[in-house]
């Protein structure tokens, strides 16, 4: 099993940036692909981006995509959503998830999630 704990988050107002960390322990964090998700108040909870077991290579909702970079540091069993040109939009629950199959931006393609961090972000 792997272990993911998330923080990093707050509140900024809209236009600025944050960095949400995600710290995985347990088994080898090398062999997880690691994906980040968000769920805002009543809404279902959504992709946001994935990152292969190497950092090789990313996706990203297109509603993110060249606001957000996700990254990973297999050596520190860390991995990282930077998030860039915040807006009100992006305020909700983020979580940190990680999974040893294959690609997946659903819900159901990850097993291991953390408790999640709020982001806030203010108009």
């Known amino acids: 099993q792997v272990q993911l704990v998330e923080s990093g988050g707050g509140l900024v107002q809209a236009g600025g940036s944050l960095r949400l960390s995600c710290a995985a322990s347990?088994?080898?964090?090398?062999?997880?692909?690691m994906g980040w998700f968000r769920q805002a108040p009543g809404k279902e909870r959504e992709f946001v981006a994935a990152?292969?077991?190497?950092?090789?290579?990313?996706s990203y909702a297109d509603s993110v995509k060249g606001r957000f970079t996700i990254s990973r540091d297999n050596a520190k069993n860390m991995g990282y959503l930077q998030m860039n040109s915040l807006k009100p939009e992006d305020t909700a629950v983020y979580y940190c998830t990680a999974n040893s199959r294959g690609y997946s931006d659903s819900v159901l393609g990850y097993d291991y999630w953390g408790q999640g961090t709020q982001v806030t972000v203010s108009s």
């Open positions: 347990g088994r080898t964090f090398s062999n997880y692909r």
């Open positions: 990152i292969s077991r190497s950092g090789g290579t990313t």
